[in-house]
């Protein structure tokens, strides 16, 4: 069995993941740079988590209800929901290092001149 999704790109123009599940396996392709380079992107991951707001076509969505129930069958759902935990934890640290870093500045203004 074979899912083909349109996935949101920062870029514009949409990329395209692939789901096959054969056997109780999924393999996963996407056209992204990321997938090519790392063999893993945020367009696999989020969805391979069910998230909806990757779909570039919201007609999707059955799919994507199809895509969860072969997830479910496989060792995946604890390690996405810790992978997107830990994500989730590090957009609120970076967020808060930002906060933190620009106070810093109004108080301690770095002298740029050498
Ligand atoms: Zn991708």
Redesign the pocket.
């Known amino acids: 069995m074979n899912l083909k999704f349109l996935?949101k790109s920062s870029s514009g123009s949409p990329?395209t993941?692939s789901f096959e599940f054969t056997d109780g396996d999924i393999t996963a392709s996407?056209?992204?740079k990321?997938?090519v380079f790392y063999k893993m992107?945020?367009?696999?991951i989020g969805l391979a988590s069910g998230d909806e707001s990757f779909l570039y076509n919201p007609d999707q969505r059955p799919q994507l209800k199809t895509l969860q129930s072969w997830i479910e069958s496989t060792k995946l759902p604890p390690l996405l929901l810790s992978y997107n935990q830990a994500q989730k934890a590090k957009e609120q640290a970076e967020k808060q290092l930002n906060k933190a870093k620009s106070s810093i500045k109004k108080i301690l203004l770095v002298n740029r001149e050498e």
Do not use: I, M, P, R
């Open positions: 996935a990329y993941v996407c056209t992204c990321g997938a992107c945020k367009h696999l």
